[in-house]
């Protein structure tokens, strides 16, 4: 019989150091997203357009998706501990160069840094949480980091843009590094040291973290992630301009999304335990559906609230399912997979804003939905296909694995000892 704890790590002990790697996510999560409610500001303070502070939010997100992986590889024989202090060490870094940058660029370098922190810290947490429980919890330890993401996006963003517009856009910043320096206490005095979920030097790990069944997985998460995000980045104009609503309306039905992801990456976490494959196959045919929903029914308000609520609950739901596959699949390299999850997704975001932002210029916002479904539908057989794809099998398995289904286990991490 299992425990729900992995072995040397006690059930209270597990629980505050998940409470820790979400809390470091919230941070994360939260210096990512709150400069879009500041853009203006910052625009105005070093005396540039807007478009031109947008590239701050592209800088960010080529951190995560390049600079994450390149980092990883870099550190990626320092113990899981240390390197999770030291990322939240150099994201506080990062984040305090912003508060003190006078010009643009010092400000984009510190935006390249703190993006590149990020994909290093979710592929290090999520690598850290699996490992603090036993197999059958991995999904729902992963969903921890994960929430933390989701929940930045309903209560750190708002909150950080609403410091920023009354006390001025620096300050936003210091509390991103006012809850990074919490992070940072709370994981150098809860979170255990713990066996890497990988094994080896950069080419040992390089090896199976880029192996085919891998990319095919993370093919997967980057069409659902940007299909998704086709439609999200113009979903402020399409409720505007199809739905008819404005003003506060807009606020409460991106509120009804937000909420809906956070809950549904929490439960998708569960759900990614009971079986992985299973989950991203219904979440991508809920996918098509809402997306479907929102094109042939946006002028309908109260339908759209259900769309929403439906889409927020799987899009991000998915992900904790995806990232478990992802780093199961490639075995001893998943330390290195797990952060090009991480870049997978960003990558599917930033292509997905530049294929609906194609859609609105070409026909309009109202065929963004249908943009969105049709990438989406393009996955599914894909998402199917991925059931298929096993975990390479390195070390025996355990008393409570079926010998003849280990390679098959959605929430088994196949891994040898460091």
Not at 135 to 150: D, K, L, N, S, T
Not at 178 to 197: D, K, N, Q, R
Not at 336 to 351: D, F, P, R
Request: aromatic share 6%.
């Amino acid at each position: 019989m299992s425990t729900d704890t992995a072995p040397g790590v006690s059930e209270t002990r597990s629980k505050y150091a998940l409470a820790t790697l979400g809390l470091g996510a919230f941070a994360i999560g939260t210096a990512e997203l709150v400069i879009v409610g500041v853009l203006n500001l910052i625009a105005g303070d070093l005396d540039i357009s807007v478009g031109t502070a947008g590239l701050l939010v592209t800088a960010y997100a080529l951190g995560i998706s390049i600079g994450g992986p390149i980092v990883t590889a870099a550190t990626i024989k320092l113990p899981r501990r240390t390197l999770l202090l030291l990322a939240l060490a150099v994201f506080i870094v990062g984040n305090l160069i912003a508060v003190f940058a006078s010009v643009f660029g010092l400000l984009l370098v510190a935006r390249v840094i703190t993006g590149a922190i990020h994909g290093l810290f979710i592929g290090v947490a999520s690598a850290v949480a699996a490992s603090l429980v036993s197999a059958e919890r991995r999904g729902q330890a992963v969903a921890m980091v994960f929430g933390g993401i989701a929940v930045s996006t309903v209560i750190g963003v708002p909150l950080g843009t609403l410091i920023g517009q009354s006390m001025g856009w620096r300050a936003a910043f210091v509390g991103v590094i006012i809850l990074g320096a919490l992070a940072l206490v709370a994981t150098l005095a809860l979170v255990p040291s713990v066996e890497g979920s990988g094994s080896g030097g950069l080419g040992a790990q390089a090896k199976h973290a880029f192996a085919p069944r891998v990319l095919a997985m993370l093919g997967v998460g980057l069409l659902l992630l940007g299909g998704q995000f086709t439609a999200f980045t113009f979903l402020t104009p399409f409720l505007e301009d199809v739905t008819g609503i404005s003003g506060g309306a807009v606020s409460a039905f991106l509120l009804i999304f937000g909420v809906a992801s956070a809950i549904g990456t929490f439960a998708g976490g569960k759900f990614a335990d009971k079986n992985a494959n299973a989950t991203l196959l219904v979440g991508n045919v809920v996918l098509v559906l809402s997306l479907g929903a929102l094109y042939l029914i946006g002028s309908n308000p109260l339908l759209v609230g259900v769309a929403l609520a439906a889409w927020g609950l799987v899009g991000f739901g998915i992900v904790p399912s995806l990232q478990l596959r992802v780093i199961s699949l490639a075995g001893p390299g998943g330390d290195l997979a797990a952060t090009l999850g991480a870049s997978a997704v960003n990558a599917g975001i930033a292509a997905g804003a530049a294929i609906g932002g194609w859609a609105v210029a070409a026909s309009g916002v109202e065929e963004v939905p249908l943009i969105a479904l049709i990438i989406c539908a393009v996955a599914l057989p894909a998402t199917w296909a991925t059931r298929f794809l096993k975990a390479p099998v390195t070390t025996a398995p355990s008393a409570d694995v079926d010998p003849d289904t280990a390679g098959d286990s959605d929430n088994t991490l196949v891994t040898t000892a460091s």
